[in-house]
């Protein structure tokens, strides 16, 4: 519907009103923060903490005044008596006036739910789409929706402003989807924060989307239950953090920690994958059994009985006394570094006592503490106890496992030979995403090693002094001798430093307990990862969102029933999302077609778009050879838009050396794909990814099996224009027959 220019100056006017109150506010919380730094709280520990405190507050208060400076306020809702105005935040004047209503607020919902057959009492739903400061275009919604006859278009809301986000080209990062969010995304986005919530959807759906926004809509509405616990989003690659890193700063969120399954386990960082064979057995969760017999198998009894030197003394250590002391500290029922603790209090004192009978009459109790300590510092008693129970750290406990058979043979007697052979491995350190939950479970069985905790204990005294020494170089410096105190100066750095943050603190911290997880391409997660996830939220309160259709691990999920009943029994429900925002429906058909001649059961949305350009089949000699040519033609149509090659590992690596001999700088593997205008990405690396066109390279070498067409099917459905499939000799067979008929 189209509007005039007074109701367009009309609209202008409001707007400059809500950024000079933007300006207003972000003055007055600059003016506070400054004001906070400066003071000086003296030595007294609470007067430090609040300041700490309004420090804090304030920059987070700055900081999400100043993300939400594009798309301030994009729609306003009239009822028969008034208009609201909705935009990124809430924002009243001085006389508690409201002049803009946040997004996730419950009087903004109407603005997403309102439809023809449920107005919700809306006369209109306006959409404001602006420019840096300006208006540039006012859409009025027709709440009158008769009019379309096509049913997967009947609950669309503001189908003008969708259509036009839609059709923008891509940039290489998500944006945010406040202005456009659909009503089967909202009701999935401002779900309750308690239990467990799968949204399974198809490609392009919004699943990504909706789980952002619904991270940023629960630290809204549960800010203070959560947000000094976080939100934990994991999501599948780095590419894709890199991808979706923007999307939460931009809803002015940042209490959000962001990981992939191979950052789960603080020290690793990996996005290195085993092959399918180990990823599946490591995958298994018969693996956490392995693992506990492993930490049990470490706790071991001598062969025969020893005599140990304790200074001039010698006392005999029995088998016996172990057995009785590893029974003992197996019974606390703690992991086994802290049950070590009573494993070694038990024998010193045996052995103790074993020495004062020896002494006889002669010891005077007086000297029980001292000879205490001379059996503990005896080095054949350490030695005889370390090899009876040695504190072992998460990486030596599986590396062990996995560099010595009989260890692994014992803990997992399950596993052939040959698959044992599988866990061997060149390089010790080399840990891959697969080890990671591994590592976790690992850690959780051995718990605290006190001797390590002593270590990073040293650790931390070592940094605060190099803090404070490094506030008393700056006063220093700045001549600010009696203003402000070193103390207080390196409390300052201390806080306002990266590693401080509750995010950072919490990503860092195993145990650390989140307010709420989101699980992004959910159903590739294997039964180990899954321990591991749940570990990190005790609540259960999550989010997973995913598509069992696009499964490509092989430990990945092939029913949610399958994947969730073990862990959670039946206390998960099911949402599902059913248009796809993406992929143009002519080359959706061609994607569908291909999914279900190996999985008829799967779900597949219907695309909003029609496309322009179906998909376009290229059989020729060499692809890598035509390769610089055809992304030459591809960019040109696409016009400034965003390409991905995607194939086979191999493949890829000699499309890289082809297009840089061809003189082309401007590609970018991985998640350097993501700022390069054409990216090179094997099909695991493109999952949750899109691009304005896509070109598949010998999609026959990536079929294997069902998890190779559901690769096949990840990157048929990551255009937003066009796809081009090209292939020398054969193509999925499902494909092959679409070609055929098209
Ligand atoms: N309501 C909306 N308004 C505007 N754009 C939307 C909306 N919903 C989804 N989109 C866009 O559609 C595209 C696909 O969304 P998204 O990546 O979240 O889908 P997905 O379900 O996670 O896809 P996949 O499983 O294929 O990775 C994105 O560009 C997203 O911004």
């Not at 490094?470 to 990266?498: C, K, N, W």
């Not at 969730?564 to 949402?575: I, K, Q, S, T, Y």
Request: with cysteine; net charge negative.
């Amino acid at each position: 519907m189209s509007v005039g220019d007074d109701e367009k100056q009309c609209e202008q006017r409001h707007l400059d009103l809500l950024y000079a109150r933007l300006d207003e506010l972000r003055r007055e919380a600059a003016a506070n923060l400054g004001a906070v730094r400066l003071s000086d709280p003296g030595g007294n520990q609470q007067a430090r903490s609040e300041r700490d405190a309004f420090a804090t507050l304030y920059e987070d208060q700055l900081a999400r005044l100043n993300s939400v400076e594009e798309q301030l306020c994009f729609g306003r809702i009239d009822d028969l008596s008034h208009a609201s105005y909705i935009g990124r935040i809430g924002m009243s004047d001085d006389n508690s006036e409201q002049l803009l209503i946040d997004w996730r607020a419950p009087a903004a919902e109407p603005f997403y739910q309102a439809t023809a057959r449920t107005p919700l009492g809306l006369v209109r739903r306006r959409h404001l789409v602006t420019k840096a400061r300006e208006l540039i275009g006012i859409e009025d919604d027709v709440l009158d929706l008769s009019a379309l006859d096509d049913t997967a278009r009947a609950e669309l809301s503001g189908e003008g402003a969708l259509i036009a986000a839609l059709d923008s080209a891509r940039t290489g990062r998500m944006d945010d989807i406040v202005a456009t969010i659909q009503a089967e995304q909202d009701t999935i986005i401002r779900g309750p924060l308690a239990g467990v919530l799968v949204v399974q959807g198809g490609p392009g759906t919004g699943k990504t989307a909706v789980a952002l926004h619904r991270a940023a809509f629960l630290l809204y509405k549960y800010r203070e239950r959560i947000a000094g616990s976080g939100v934990l989003l994991i999501g599948p690659t780095t590419a894709f953090l890199k991808y979706i890193g923007q999307v939460l700063p931009s809803l002015g969120e940042t209490g959000a920690v962001l990981s992939t399954p191979g950052q789960l386990f603080p020290g690793v960082d990996t996005d290195v994958h085993d092959g399918d064979e180990l990823a599946a057995l490591k995958g298994d969760a018969l693996m956490a059994r392995a693992l506990r017999k492993a930490a049990a198998d470490r706790q071991r009894l001598p062969e025969r009985d020893q005599v140990l030197a304790v200074d001039s003394r010698t006392v005999t250590l029995t088998v016996a006394d172990v057995r009785s002391a590893r029974d003992r500290a197996r019974r606390t029922g703690k992991p086994h570094n802290e049950a070590r603790t009573t494993f070694v209090k038990t024998l010193l004192r045996k052995l103790t006592d074993r020495i004062i009978a020896q002494i006889g009459e002669t010891f005077d109790e007086g000297d029980r503490a001292e000879l205490l300590t001379d059996v503990r510092s005896a080095r054949d008693v350490r030695v005889a106890l370390n090899l009876a129970w040695m504190p072992l750290t998460p990486e030596k406990l599986l590396g062990d496992l996995y560099a010595l058979p009989h260890l692994l043979e014992s803990a997992a007697s399950w596993l052939t030979p040959g698959q044992r052979e599988l866990f061997r491995r060149a390089d010790p350190h080399a840990w891959t995403v697969e080890d990671v939950p591994l590592l976790d479970e690992a850690a959780e069985l051995l718990g605290d090693d006190p001797s390590a905790r002593q270590r990073e204990d040293a650790v931390r005294r070592e940094q605060d002094a190099k803090e404070l020494a490094f506030a008393e170089s700056v006063i220093d410096m700045t001549g600010q001798h009696g203003y402000v105190s070193a103390d207080t100066l390196s409390g300052r750095f201390a806080d306002t430093g990266p590693a401080r943050t509750t995010a950072e603190r919490a990503a860092a911290d195993r145990t650390w307990a989140y307010g709420h997880v989101v699980v992004d391409e959910a159903q590739e997660l294997s039964p180990m990862m899954w321990r591991t996830v749940l570990r990190r939220v005790p609540s259960k309160s999550m989010t997973l969102v995913g598509d069992i259709a696009q499964t490509s691990a092989a430990a990945g999920a092939t029913s949610w029933h399958d994947a969730l009943r073990p862990l959670l029994g039946d206390r998960w429900n099911v949402e599902e999302l059913t248009i796809n925002y993406r992929t143009p429906r002519q080359i959706m058909d061609a994607a569908t077609a291909m999914i279900r001649s190996v999985r008829p059961d799967v779900s597949v949305p219907s695309s909003v778009r029609e496309g322009r350009w179906p998909p376009i089949f290229t059989k020729v000699g060499d692809p890598i050879a035509e390769l610089p040519g055809l992304i030459d033609d591809e960019l040109a149509l696409l016009d400034g838009g965003r390409l991905a090659v995607i194939g086979p590992g191999g493949v890829i690596d000699a499309a890289a050396d082809a297009l840089t001999s061809a003189g082309r700088t401007d590609i970018g593997r991985g998640p350097a794909g993501l700022d390069a205008d054409v990216a090179l990405l094997r099909a695991d690396q493109a999952k949750g990814l899109e691009f304005d066109g896509v070109v598949v390279l010998e999609p026959g070498l990536i079929d294997k099996g069902v998890h190779g067409i559901s690769d096949v099917y990840v990157a048929m459905t990551r255009p937003t224009r066009r796809l081009v499939i090209v292939y020398s000799e054969a193509l999925p067979d499902a494909l092959a027959q679409r070609n055929a008929r098209s």
